[in-house]
């Protein structure tokens, strides 16, 4: 079984930082790309960044420049560096992954975590 982790979220004034962690573990080979989602109040969940294995990475429009996603693939875990954070960026935020189990004949499995909550006070 896999699980994902997200963690470093919390209250923080417009303009500040935090650094948000993906962490996975249980049985895997290999993890292919990660993305980061949020999902603010009344609203669809939206792609923020993605990073694929070799570290290529994409940013939607609204935190490009802001916001930059890394890996750890000795620690199988995921980074979203946020800075200059608006009120808008407040949101759940959720990472996903494509996991490739250790099991025998194991497919590439997208997996989610639970969501940290961000808040960007005004």
């Known amino acids: 079984q896999v699980q994902l982790v997200e963690s470093g979220g919390g209250l923080v004034q417009a303009g500040g930082s935090l650094r948000l962690s993906c962490a996975a573990s249980?049985?895997?080979?290999?993890?292919?790309?990660v993305a980061w989602y949020r999902q603010a109040p009344g609203r669809q969940r939206e792609s923020v960044a993605l990073i694929t294995k070799g570290g290529t990475t994409n940013y939607a429009v609204a935190v490009r420049g802001r916001f930059t996603v890394s890996r750890d693939n000795a620690k199988n875990t995921v980074y979203l560096q946020m800075d200059s954070l608006k009120s808008d960026d407040t949101a759940v935020y959720y990472c996903?992954?494509?996991?490739?189990?250790?099991?025998?004949?194991?497919?590439?499995?997208?997996?989610w975590g639970q969501g940290t909550q961000v808040t960007v006070s005004s």
């Open positions: 996903k992954a494509q996991v490739l189990g250790t099991r025998r004949n194991s497919r590439w499995t997208s997996y």
């Open positions: 249980g049985s895997i080979s290999s993890i292919n790309d």
